[in-house]
């Protein structure tokens, strides 16, 4: 990790980034960037007034995948401190550029932008050394100052567990009627502990949670596709015996495919490298689920705010 300069002024500070001090630091731009610490999202003025501007829009946590090519999708990566949605859509070195509306999104297609911290850093293997507040100002300033136009879905992929990001989303955009959470996890108890953690936490926070996703749940084998072996033994059960517990949907299982890994190196779809492989037909068959899911809870947000 990057040493913080002797004499930093602090990312909170009305010098930061200016200072002095901060001359060579790696995250001097980021400082200066204006983010600042956000007002506590129960504040007055924490409304989040650029929001993607849609009747209908949805948002899912932790999830994404291939869309309609007729959606207009905006995928935000909130993982401040790894950011890696830029290198996984093949956007490395690209630069956010400043409009008269706000921030651009950085698009991979005419109907999917991305917006990520990783896009305002020097370089891929600069450090990002933030508290709480600045991470939330510069979550906040995402939401209020990028110009996402009229979207369809908005999906935020967000670090692991059940920390100041995941509040920091859930609060600033709790008026626009969150369709839920998508919640990814392995077969191995040591990460189903965790999971069970973010699960409690989207209950105390009122998220809906719209189902949990099993990865790496085992290995086909790449010439017959039919037989499974497991890598990752389910020595409770898995992904499938903690919903059962918890009542909480499986939205499916991944089995685990090198290809996955690869094309997330070189910033290739997957579904066009590999769309033969039963990866492949499973992540289809979660997405189908969680847009019927999302398409549903519009439908009674409608009729509820109609009423």
């Not at 007055?44 to 993607?52: D, N, S, T, V």
């Not at 998220?207 to 749940?217: A, D, R």
């Not at 039919?226 to 009542?247: H, K, W, Y």
């Not at 499973?282 to 009423?307: D, E, L, M, P, T």
Request: charged share 20%.
């Amino acid at each position: 990790m990057e040493e913080v300069p002797h004499g930093c002024p602090g990312a909170d500070s009305a010098q930061a980034g200016r200072g002095a001090s901060c001359q060579g630091c790696p995250n001097q731009r980021l400082c200066a960037s204006g983010a600042g610490a956000a007002p506590d999202p129960g504040e007055e003025g924490a409304e989040m007034g650029g929001l993607p501007r849609s009747s209908e829009s949805g948002l899912c946590l932790q999830c994404s995948g291939s869309w309609s090519p007729h959606s207009q999708v905006a995928l935000l990566d909130i993982d401040i401190c790894g950011p890696s949605i830029p290198k996984i859509m093949g956007l490395e070195g690209e630069q956010v550029h400043q409009s008269g509306s706000g921030w651009s999104p950085v698009y991979v297609e005419d109907n999917l932008g991305v917006m990520s911290v990783g896009f305002l850093l020097g370089s891929p293997d600069d450090a990002v050394i933030w508290r709480g507040p600045k991470k939330n100002g510069m979550i906040k300033q995402f939401l209020r100052d990028v110009d996402w136009g009229d979207v369809d879905y908005l999906i935020v992929d967000t670090p692991p567990g059940t920390s100041d990001e995941h509040l920091s989303v859930v609060q600033y955009l709790a008026a626009a009627h969150i369709d839920g959470a998508v919640i990814i996890t392995t077969p191995q108890e040591v990460s189903l502990q965790d999971v069970r953690k973010e699960i409690s936490f989207c209950h105390k926070v009122k998220l809906p949670i719209i189902g949990v996703v099993e990865n790496m749940s085992t290995f086909v084998c790449p010439k017959c596709k039919v037989r499974e072996s497991q890598i990752f033994p389910p020595t409770t059960g898995g992904a499938e015996a903690m919903c059962q517990d918890l009542n909480v949907p499986l939205l499916g299982k991944v089995p685990l495919d090198p290809h996955i890994g690869k094309s997330c190196d070189k910033g290739q779809s997957f579904f066009v490298e590999a769309p033969d492989s039963p990866a492949t037909k499973a992540y289809k068959s979660i997405i189908q689920r969680i847009q019927g899911f999302c398409g549903s809870h519009q439908s009674n947000n409608k009729n509820h705010v109609n009423s």
